[in-house]
């Protein structure tokens, strides 16, 4: 029987929880399926702004865009993976994560993301 996919839906880590990786986090549920799940961090800030780390990207993935944007990147979790983007733009995701919200961890898409932003 399938269990309720809970894809788009907010996890608050218990104060209890005896892992110190998870410790007061809030998750963003992005896949549900009956081979896994996966999170994304809400609340770490990484002290980086999203202009710091666009312009530590290899050049040829930022296609000579500049990007001025302050605001903060977040750590997405205690396991270390590919920079990924929670967006609103469904033309440019990979993966549905509720209603009008996307997901993108693709460069092409991650560029053509922050063209939008910084136009």
Do not use: Y
């Amino acid at each position: 029987m399938r269990k309720k996919n809970r894809s788009g839906q907010v996890l608050i880590a218990s104060p209890q929880m005896p892992d110190k990786s998870f410790l007061r986090l809030v998750i963003a549920l992005v896949k549900d399926e009956d081979d896994g799940a996966m999170g994304l961090c809400l609340n770490r800030p990484t002290g980086q702004t999203v202009s710091e780390v666009w312009s530590s990207l290899p050049e040829e993935q930022r296609q000579n865009v500049t990007c001025d944007n302050k605001d903060p990147i977040f750590a997405g979790g205690p396991v270390f993976g590919p920079l990924i983007a929670i967006h609103t733009e469904k033309k440019w995701s990979e993966e549905k994560i509720c209603e009008d919200v996307f997901m993108s961890s693709d460069g092409d898409q991650l560029t053509k993301i922050i063209k939008k932003v910084v136009n």
